[in-house]
């Protein structure tokens, strides 16, 4: 388990940094030790697991016999208050707010909202005359401004972007808030999004219960809409909806954005894959008389490109897995997991396992025409926290992989390009592109 209380802390850190945590921390010990292993990460005796039998076992049993386990700057950056911190009835309930906003209905109201964002972030930054820009880096523009605009209702101010970076940059830092370090940093940087939120909500509030007393009142579609409803009515805190906006913006935004350049990245690489997705598209385009924007139901159609966006998204998980802790002794295959351990998930741990997925390292988009096998493919998780937004997403992924497609000429300027982590994975160029426009 390494030395005492840092334990192998400082060789998880290493690996991490470098995106190599699966191949040069994990796999090591599973040859050493099996699927199942024991270290010592961040002062905290840690078991790690891997397998499909093992994603289903700890995922399924969120409550019961284990609960999400973040670091503590973690905690601190994204609010106790958040979801991934509630358990039970009040996840519960919470979770149910988001996948509402996320329903049928839901989803028809966003595809015109994400598209008129993607025109004008294509009419600023794609149609500049730039024969180069860095994909990743602009899309990590957009999908924030849809979260923030089109899912919470929530107007993008110049800067914010840039603050909620500096938050994310100290999530995994030590939570020592000495000036000057990236923990204070990060908790200047969360103090000055809580001051600018906590006036949104309140405005939101009283714009709410001034519709209810002239009996003005509109169902609204926005996820703010539906966390302010939640406080009038008494069923959550002001403190919940501002940490629960924080935690949303960051779940939905930072991984979004890898995986759509990780899709990208594999089209440009297999051009034979990538023609047959462009021809959906045509198709959809096709249909559209004029100006006509997308609808919900053209989204409905792009199922060639959705399995091409899950595949990326298996080769290059846009999270590693995440941390439990046992709330009673726990028997596991054969072993015993003391109350009070934590448990590591990875998502790599049947991803890139031949157990699961023949010729794991190749690309193979119709692996994903059959039923994939239950806790096998688990970039959003999976159990009671299976990730509430996958659906929005998955409507950015398609949306914006059309608009591009059918507008615009495009290739890698480094198709090697090495992918770095921090906390997060991405591109460690910004993963630079040659665009022109498509000629009519």
Same mark, same amino acid.
């Given at each position: ?37 024991? !270290? ?9 697991? &891997? ?28 609010? !106790? ?17 988001? /996948? ?8 028809? %109201? ?7 964002? /993607? ?17 990743? &880096?602009?899309?990590?523009?957009? =999908? ?46 969360? &103090? ?24 003005? +009142? ?11 409803? +939640? ?63 997308? =609808? ?7 199922? %060639?490109?959705?399995? /091409? ?36 998930? !990875?998502?790599?741990? =049947? ?41 929005? +997403? ?11 497609? =059918? ?6 300027? &480094? ?26």
């Amino acid at each position: 388990m390494g030395l005492p209380w840092i334990g192998e802390t400082l060789d998880f850190y290493k690996a991490q940094r470098k995106n190599q945590l699966y191949e040069d921390f994990v796999e090591p010990r599973i040859r050493k030790y099996g699927k199942t292993f024991k !270290t010592r990460l961040m002062g905290c005796p840690t078991v790690v697991v &891997n397998g499909a039998e093992a994603n289903k076992f700890f995922l399924s049993n969120e409550f019961k016999l284990v609960i999400s386990s973040w670091p503590a700057s973690s905690v601190q950056l994204m609010g !106790t208050n958040s979801i991934m911190e509630k358990q039970g009835e009040k996840h519960h309930f919470l979770h149910g707010i988001v /996948v509402k906003s996320l329903n049928s209905s839901g989803l028809e %109201y966003l595809v015109p909202k994400i598209c008129r964002m /993607v025109e004008i972030h294509f009419a600023k930054y794609w149609d500049s005359g730039k024969e180069t820009i860095r994909l990743y &880096n602009l899309t990590k523009v957009l =999908t924030f401004s849809i979260v923030l605009k089109c899912f919470l209702g929530i107007e993008v101010k110049p800067g914010t972007l840039e603050i909620f970076d500096r938050v994310l940059e100290g999530v995994f830092a030590a939570p020592i808030n000495i000036p000057g370090s990236t923990f204070s940093r990060a908790k200047k940087a969360r &103090n000055d999004i809580e001051n600018m939120l906590v006036d949104i909500i309140r405005k939101k509030r009283f714009e709410m219960e001034l519709e209810e007393r002239r009996g003005t +009142a509109e169902e609204e579609g926005s996820l703010l809409s539906g966390l302010v409803a +939640a406080l009038i009515h008494g069923e959550i805190s002001e403190s919940e909806v501002l940490d629960n906006i924080v935690l949303l913006v960051f779940a939905a935004h930072d991984t979004t954005s890898f995986a759509i350049a990780m899709t990208f990245r594999m089209l440009a690489l297999h051009p034979t894959w990538y023609s047959h997705l462009l021809k959906e598209h045509d198709d959809i385009l096709s249909s559209k008389n004029g100006d006509e924007t997308l =609808t919900f139901e053209d989204t409905k159609k792009m199922t %060639y490109t959705w399995q /091409v966006a899950r595949e990326s998204m298996r080769i290059f998980p846009p999270i590693f897995g995440s941390f439990r802790k046992a709330i009673d002794d726990i028997e596991y295959e054969g072993f015993i997991i003391p109350r009070g351990w934590k448990v590591l998930w !990875t998502t790599y741990g =049947t991803h890139h396992n031949a157990e699961y997925f023949k010729d794991p390292l190749s690309f193979n988009p119709s692996r994903f025409e059959e039923p994939i096998q239950p806790y096998t493919y688990v970039p959003f998780g999976g159990g009671p926290r299976l990730c509430a937004g996958y659906q929005l +997403a998955k409507l950015n992924i398609l949306i914006f992989v059309h608009y591009v497609v =059918t507008r615009y000429d495009w290739s890698l300027v &480094n198709p090697d390009e090495p992918i770095a982590n921090d906390p997060l994975p991405f591109p460690s160029q910004g993963m630079p592109i040659k665009i022109s426009p498509k000629l009519s």
